[in-house]
Structures are given as structure tokens and as C-alpha cells.
Nanobody
Framework: QVQLVESGGGLVQAGGSLRLSCAAS????????VGWFRQAPGKEREFVAA?????????NYAASVEGRFTISRDNAENTVYLQMNSLEPEDTAVYYC????????????????WGQGTQVTVSS
């Protein structure tokens, strides 16, 4: 069982930065891949970024955030981060982290555990 808690969301102006955190419980957290997803009002939840278990292989990013967002993990702290730079109004959404065993997936249905989400609002 893994429990996930996101934090770090907020209101920021376009061009600004935020760092989201996903804190996990469970001693085997390093065995889980973690993904970040987001959901804007009236839209489906979409993939943002993901990192494999132990973070040994290159992370995966959606094309819309490549070069602006960076996902990383600190297994000693049971935490995954999403550094978001050059934020745009289109990045406004509730951001969720999710976990599944070992390998990343782009699909929400593949993830077994979800956090409650954190709101990110980017003003123009």
C-alpha cells in the first residue's frame, strides 16, 4: 500500500516557477514508478511526466512540458518532485501524482495509487 500527498501548488504569474512535491508512505517506495498528471476544468486528466523506479532511466515528459518541467525523485526521502519553469496559463490545472510498480505509463488507468491533487493557477 502506498499513500501519496501532493503539495507546492499555488498562484503564479506567467513565466514563473513552482516546485510540486509528492510525498509517499511505504518502505518499498523505491519499487514504484511515479507519474504526474494534470486535469484542467472540463478536460480529461492528462499525462505530464513520469519517472521509473529508482530513477535509473531517463524520465518521460509530455511534449507540452518538455524542456520546461523536470521530474526527479529522492528515494531516501520518499518524495518525487516536479520542477515547473516558464509556466504558461495553459498549465493551469489540478496536478496529481500517481504510483505503479516499477515502470512508467502514460495512461491513468495503469496507476494503482493517487494523491488528492494540488491546484496550480498561472495568471497571464
Amino acid at each position: 500500500q502506498v499513500q501519496l500527498v501532493e503539495s507546492g501548488g499555488g498562484l503564479v504569474q506567467a513565466g514563473g516557477s513552482l516546485r510540486l512535491s509528492c510525498a509517499a508512505s511505504g518502505r518499498t517506495f523505491r519499487d514504484y514508478a511515479v507519474g504526474w498528471f494534470r486535469q484542467a476544468p472540463g478536460k480529461e486528466r492528462e499525462f505530464v511526466a513520469a519517472i521509473n523506479w529508482r530513477g535509473l532511466s531517463a524520465p518521460n515528459y509530455a511534449a507540452s512540458v518538455e524542456g520546461r518541467f523536470t521530474i526527479s525523485r529522492d528515494n531516501a526521502e520518499n518524495t518525487v518532485y516536479l520542477q515547473m519553469n516558464s509556466l504558461e496559463p495553459e498549465d493551469t490545472a489540478v496536478y496529481y501524482c500517481a504510483a505503479r510498480k516499477y515502470y512508467v505509463s502514460y495512461y491513468t488507468s495503469d496507476y494503482d495509487y493517487w494523491g488528492q491533487g494540488t491546484q496550480v493557477t498561472v495568471s497571464s
